[in-house]
């Protein structure tokens, strides 16, 4: 408690980590698309937890927190090793967590009100952050390769490696703010957004595994990737960002019903 209250006061001043999960741009595309689908208790409730913070303006907040060894516990929740051909419930437990674990203990911390705002305010921003990892296919890639860190490529003839092609390098070279590009995402009526926030967590993670399987049959290691690459994925991108954020929503939602 009292090393997430003083988190909160002084995560300013805490320097961020070298390697962003999603860019910092796509985790506020994800917050600003749930930002626009929460209902009106549910604002209402996370505009008083965040002190009227928007949610794309904490999205980054797990991230940032790694540069303190303070939060190391926390690492194993950005991601889930999941072997070709094999689904969550297959895998033999991390001691450490993962992504999943992590989800999980998020919402409970958040929904039970007998929690300090503090913790509340902490597991929330995780919430936030981890929900997005999770539409980033390589959090849900293969161990041996580091769910693709080990892959290298080049991107514009830069080193690089399939991990950072997806958290960041397409993101960011696109060149727009996360207000921009939350923007161009289709406009869906209730149908299509109910059917992009159906099913499980599970569910959710066998859908990036699928995903995150096909892309490792996409590059060869060393393979110079530029603008065929982006043009290829990049509805791929934008179509899990989306999810996300309506995900996001989704789960907010049934946390402050």
């Avoid at 208790?41 to 937890?49: Q, S």
Wanted: aromatic share 10%; charged share 25%; glycine share 8%.
């Amino acid at each position: 408690m009292k090393k997430i209250l003083l988190l909160i006061l002084l995560t300013s001043q805490i320097s961020l980590g070298n390697s962003p999960f999603w860019s910092k741009t796509g985790h506020r595309v994800i917050g600003e698309i749930a930002q626009e689908e929460l209902s009106g208790k549910a604002r209402r409730a996370i505009d008083k937890l965040l002190g009227g913070k928007s949610i794309a303006s904490i999205s980054n907040f797990a991230d940032e927190i790694k540069a303190d060894r303070r939060f190391k516990e926390f690492s194993a929740w950005h991601y889930v090793n999941i072997p070709a051909g094999k689904v969550y419930n297959d895998i033999e437990p991390n001691k450490y967590g993962d992504l999943v674990v992590g989800i999980r203990k998020c919402i409970a911390m958040v929904e039970n009100e007998k929690n300090t705002k503090a913790d509340r305010v902490f597991y929330l921003k995780m919430l936030v952050h981890l929900i997005g990892d999770l539409h980033q296919p390589m959090h849900v890639g293969r161990v041996e390769d580091k769910g693709g860190n080990d892959i290298q490529v080049q991107w514009f003839g830069r080193g690089s490696n399939l991990h950072k092609v997806w958290d960041s390098n397409m993101i960011d070279d696109y060149g727009l703010s996360f207000s921009e590009l939350a923007n161009t995402l289709p406009k869906l009526d209730k149908k299509g957004i109910r059917n992009i926030q159906k099913g499980t967590l599970l569910d959710w993670v066998e859908e990036s595994h699928k995903i995150a399987d096909t892309l490792y049959d996409s590059v060869e290691v060393g393979e110079k990737l530029a603008y065929r690459y982006s043009y290829t994925w990049w509805g791929t991108v934008e179509s899990q960002l989306h999810k996300g954020g309506l995900r996001l929503a989704q789960v907010l939602n049934d946390l402050f019903k």
